[in-house]
């Protein structure tokens, strides 16, 4: 069973930063890619960021320039840094991880970004 340990999250001033981690259990080699999604109040999930194995990256639109992913393969841990956050930013943020067929999905975690 894959489990997906987020942490980060908080409530943080318009223009701050904050940096969420992704633990893994189990080699994140194995997961062809990683990434988090978020949840804002009344809209759809969307991705927010990925990774894929070879390290490959993809942003969203909204947060190219302000958000950066990234991984440590010796930790099995992906992390997210959101800098010059905004208020639309607020949402809860899932680390997802990706084999085959299948996408995991961690708990979640709550930003809140006060204007």
């Known amino acids: 069973q894959v489990q997906l340990v987020e942490s980060g999250g908080g409530l943080v001033q318009a223009g701050g930063s904050l940096r969420f981690s992704c633990a893994a259990s189990?080699?994140?080699?194995?997961?062809?890619?990683m990434g988090w999604y978020r949840q804002a109040p009344g809209k759809q999930r969307e991705l927010v960021a990925s990774?894929?194995?070879?390290?490959?990256?993809n942003y969203a639109d909204s947060v190219k320039g302000r958000f950066t992913i990234s991984r440590d393969n010796a930790k099995n841990t992906v992390y997210l840094q959101m800098n010059s956050l905004k208020p639309e930013d607020t949402a809860v943020y899932y680390c997802?991880?990706?084999?085959?067929?299948?996408?995991?999905w961690g708990k979640g975690t709550l930003v809140t970004v006060s204007s």
């Open positions: 997802t991880a990706d084999r085959p067929g299948v996408r995991y």
């Open positions: 189990g080699n994140i080699f194995s997961f062809k890619a």
């Open positions: 990774i894929t194995s070879g390290g490959t990256t």
